[in-house]
């Protein structure tokens, strides 16, 4: 490696050849410091992040944690990932050394994202701080399982946040009719047909939006779910669904088969491999908002209208086993963990069938 003197410029330039971890050889070369104690700096980040040193700084550390990621998530969740990272994380650990990060500075970062407040006073929600924190202990379970790092300072630390929200915002039958109903959809056939979708199925947002008609099985009254729908800096992804079990299909009612047929027979030209709903979900939260003003009914995210179904499913008695396997989660463990406190106290009813033995 060299440090030297750029003679055009006056600024100082570094030019340095490295073996990285996986034994690829790597040269390099960064002109534009200002001093040379910049460039030595420079030289000595880089080889740590060659190395795989855990003496890295942790923003160079998340490039490689990136770089490795990629390869083996979906482009929404790498995207998800990268923007709470981004954004609430590495401002406050990037210039900090891996191995230096110890659990008061985790206690620190956590303390002022609880203590930060919007300008209409309100703190980030509990569901939110979990999910940000949840993103630095993967970070640090990563660094651990494969770089050596000799501890997870966040487990020590303890978590911030909840899982669920302590309020399930969703709506009931007759919300939902008055919603479905609004002088709104009159001339909106394909916004009437997603929301109807959306109720009647519980599907995920980016399911329902990579329908396409050959999913779609009007006889036997079943939808087929084997793909998702997300737009990612401009450009259209189709994946699969989130989950393996998140491949199902679902039967429906004959007033969802009728509103699907009606609209597709609206459709000029449309063909059996052609997204039903040729839309973003950034149109689906502008339609959401517009009908439910217009309907009256109380404000819920569109992600909330598959809790609205799960909660109709679980007044009309079916139980969790079934309700996962239409929502497509993973297990039946998670749905008992979101809508358990949708289920009916059976406490008297067990005491009264044993009165009867």
């Not at 191995?99 to 980030?124: A, F």
Request: charged share 30%; net charge positive; glycine share 6%.
């Amino acid at each position: 490696m060299s440090v030297t003197k750029d003679g055009d410029t006056g600024k100082w330039m570094s030019q340095l050849r490295v073996t990285d971890w996986t034994g690829k050889v790597i040269h390099k070369k960064k002109r534009g410091f200002e001093t040379k104690r910049e460039a030595l700096e420079w030289e000595r980040e880089f080889i740590n992040q060659a190395n795989g040193s855990l003496g890295m700084m942790f923003g160079d550390f998340i490039k490689l944690y990136f770089e490795d990621m990629e390869k083996r998530l979906k482009p929404s969740t790498i995207e998800n990932k990268r923007w709470l990272i981004n954004l609430k994380i590495t401002p406050f650990f990037g210039r900090k050394s891996l191995n230096e990060i110890k659990p008061t500075d985790i206690r620190r970062w956590q303390n002022e994202l609880r203590s930060y407040r919007d300008e209409n006073g309100n703190p980030y929600s509990n569901t939110y701080l979990k999910t940000i924190n949840n993103q630095l202990t993967a970070v640090f379970n990563y660094a651990v399982k494969f770089y050596g790092l000799r501890e997870n300072p966040c487990h020590k630390a303890g978590t911030m946040g909840k899982k669920n929200a302590d309020e399930m915002l969703f709506w009931t039958k007759a919300e939902f009719e008055s919603f479905i109903s609004s002088d709104y959809f009159k001339d909106k056939p394909s916004s009437h047909a997603i929301f109807m979708t959306l109720y009647y199925t519980g599907m995920r947002e980016g399911e329902m939006l990579a329908l396409t008609p050959a999913d779609i099985d009007l006889d036997k009254k079943t939808i087929s779910v084997t793909k998702s729908f997300q737009r990612l800096n401009g450009v259209d992804v189709v994946t699969s669904p989130k989950t393996a079990k998140s491949v199902r299909t679902v039967t429906i009612p004959e007033k969802l088969c009728s509103c699907l047929s009606e609209y597709m027979d609206k459709c000029y030209g449309l063909q059996d491999t052609d997204r039903l709903f040729p839309y973003t979900k950034h149109y689906l939260y502008h339609e959401m908002t517009k009908a439910t003003k217009a309907a009256g009914v109380k404000k819920i995210r569109v992600h909330d209208i598959r809790h609205s179904h799960a909660s109709l499913l679980i007044e009309m008695g079916f139980s969790p086993l079934l309700i996962a396997e239409r929502l497509g989660h993973e297990k039946v463990q998670t749905t008992l963990e979101i809508y358990s406190h949708l289920y009916p106290n059976k406490q008297n009813e067990v005491a009264d069938k044993l009165d009867e033995i």
